[in-house]
């Protein structure tokens, strides 16, 4: 009998050698974790259930390929008694030993308002289920290759995914304008998902963001007004308050405790902040989803 390996074993594994496939057999039941991730996950699974990302959620029957960004929370409830499929988790630096991977991980499924989960047809995923025993047979031989091997199935698997969005077109310029917007969003990105209240949001604003990256506050924003259409300002309040929404729904801290994680000395201000922007408090938004 196959000795079942416990989850310290697996996640040793896993942070040892970036990359791990695995198929999913097994009943699941419902989780709501909200933490952060230290890997991209995708997951090609077939069965109910709904995923909670950032402040969305998708409720989803059949078959779906889910691209999750460790940078985003998200958890996900199954509905269906029997959910089966195949997942695979990778460090950004595992995909990243590829000079092809810096425009996939850019792609619209790894942004928190792009499209983290797509409806497979039956033909797509016997072919999608091809490309996953694949790498689950290649990461336990010995061929020398191998890591490439499975960068390319990963890469694979996410232009599959492109070609199903014709509508989701990314470019990554090559202007320095396109290069320091490109750097700030990353950025942003990265100063999620806030973990514990006490250690409060450090990069509040756009000079917060010039600074740190040794630029004009006024070249920034020209720069990310110009590639995206929207004001370097506008990023980070839209960031902060799908952050600010996903603690609300996601964790039981207290409103001083989110306001104090998200940087705001006191709650009121918090408060104002939150209502402006979504026209509800916090403490109101909490309670409808009770």
């Known amino acids: 009998m196959k000795k079942e390996r416990s989850i310290s074993e697996f996640n040793t594994e896993l942070k040892l050698k970036g990359f791990k496939a695995f198929q999913i057999e097994d009943d699941s039941n419902a989780t709501r974790t909200y933490s952060r991730k230290e890997f991209y996950k995708i997951c090609l699974t077939t069965g109910k259930s709904i995923i909670h990302y950032a402040d969305r ?51 619209p499924f790894f942004k928190i308002d792009g499209t983290p989960v797509l409806e497979i047809s039956e033909e797509q995923r016997l072919f999608l289920n091809t490309l996953f025993q694949k790498m689950i047979e290649e990461q336990e031989n010995d061929y020398t290759f191998k890591d490439e091997l499975i960068r390319n199935y990963i890469s694979l698997i996410i232009h599959e995914a492109l070609k199903l969005q014709p509508s989701e077109h990314y470019h990554q310029a090559k202007k320095a304008t396109a290069r320091i917007t490109s750097v700030f969003l990353e950025l942003l990105e990265r100063q999620f998902p806030i973990e514990t209240s006490d250690h409060p949001l450090q990069l509040k604003t756009a000079q917060n963001y010039a600074r740190y990256l040794n630029v004009h506050t006024n070249y920034l924003n020209r720069a990310v007004k110009e590639i995206t259409g929207k004001s370097t300002t506008s990023h980070i309040t839209e960031r902060i308050i799908a952050e600010a929404k996903a603690l609300l729904l996601h964790t039981d801290w207290n409103i001083a405790e989110i306001a104090y994680a998200l940087g705001f000395e006191y709650p009121t201000y918090f408060n104002n902040f939150f209502k402006k922007q979504t026209g509800t408090n916090p403490k109101s938004l909490r309670e409808s989803m009770v």
């Open 57 to 107: 959620s998708f409720e989803q029957e059949g078959t779906i390929l889910f691209f999750g960004n460790p940078h985003i929370p998200y958890s996900w409830e199954t509905i269906s008694r029997t959910y089966i499929g195949y997942t695979c988790l990778f460090s950004e630096d595992f995909l990243k030993q590829s000079d092809r991977s810096e425009s996939l991980l850019q792609s």
